[in-house]
């Protein structure tokens, strides 16, 4: 089946310091990729996300490009602030799943200091 | 703009009590699901829906129960809480095309099993 692995945190950065997060998955079909976030207290949102190879998503200053040889799609934001501080999941949906589910990685909690 | 409510956002339970988490959308869409999310293990899914009427497991369906009569609501019976229930349950909803895509989530339920 279809999964999502993410580096494990707490990932620890000041303040406008550079950030990546990475994410790899594995899929049997040609998956759509989401980065979605959690702020303390609430429900995920979506971030940004990529259909098809070679695809960038942006959103807020992050970044991930959809990197199908890799099978990677690594976050990226050039400078930080502290109320970037949340949980990051990476994401996938899978055609060849049907229309069961997204598929979502563990999660990298994000702690910016000033 | 409500989007997608959960009621209760809080709840303690003994062992054997049964519940019901409510969920609720107003934004029409077909596809309604529910996710728990536990430390280091991401989001795993439940069960979900795909239209009134029309229900199915997901990832872990043991020990719980849903619905759906309406388009608008998705409750989950917990039909003898255990511990190993305890966690943070989120209803999630979207619209249906070929596969799932951007999910609008509740703000979650923290439910607690003693």
């Known amino acids: 089946g279809d999964s999502v692995t993410q580096m494990e945190g707490p990932v620890t950065l000041s303040e406008e310091a550079f950030l990546t997060i990475n994410c790899t998955y594995t899929?049997?079909?040609?998956?759509?990729l989401f980065w979605y976030v959690q702020y303390p207290g609430e429900g995920l949102q979506l971030l940004l996300k990529a259909t098809k190879a070679d695809d960038k998503g942006s959103n807020k200053g992050f970044e991930a490009t959809y990197r199908k040889e890799t099978t990677s799609f690594h976050l990226e934001k050039g400078s930080v602030q502290v109320s970037d501080s949340a949980v990051y999941f990476c994401?996938?949906?899978?055609?060849?799943?049907?229309?069961?589910?997204?598929?979502f990685g563990s999660g990298t909690r994000l702690q910016v200091q000033p | 703009n409500a989007g997608v409510t959960q009621t209760p956002k809080f709840q303690v339970l003994k062992t054997g009590q049964s519940m019901t988490l409510q969920c609720a959308q107003d934004?029409?869409?077909?596809?309604m699901s529910w996710y728990r999310q536990d430390p280091g293990m991401g989001l795993r899914l439940i069960h979900y829906s795909v239209g009134a009427g029309i229900t199915d497991q997901g990832e872990v369906p043991n020990g719980y129960n849903v619905s759906r009569s309406t388009t608008e609501d998705f409750p989950l019976r917990l039909l003898s809480a255990a511990p190993s229930q305890t966690s943070v349950y989120f209803c999630a909803s979207t619209t249906i095309g070929l596969a799932i895509s951007e999910l609008f989530f509740g703000e979650g339920s923290r439910l607690t099993v003693l």
């Open positions: 899929a049997t079909g040609y998956p759509s």
């Open positions: 994401a996938l949906s899978d055609p060849s799943e049907g229309r069961r589910a997204l598929t």
């Open positions: 934004m029409n869409h077909e596809y």
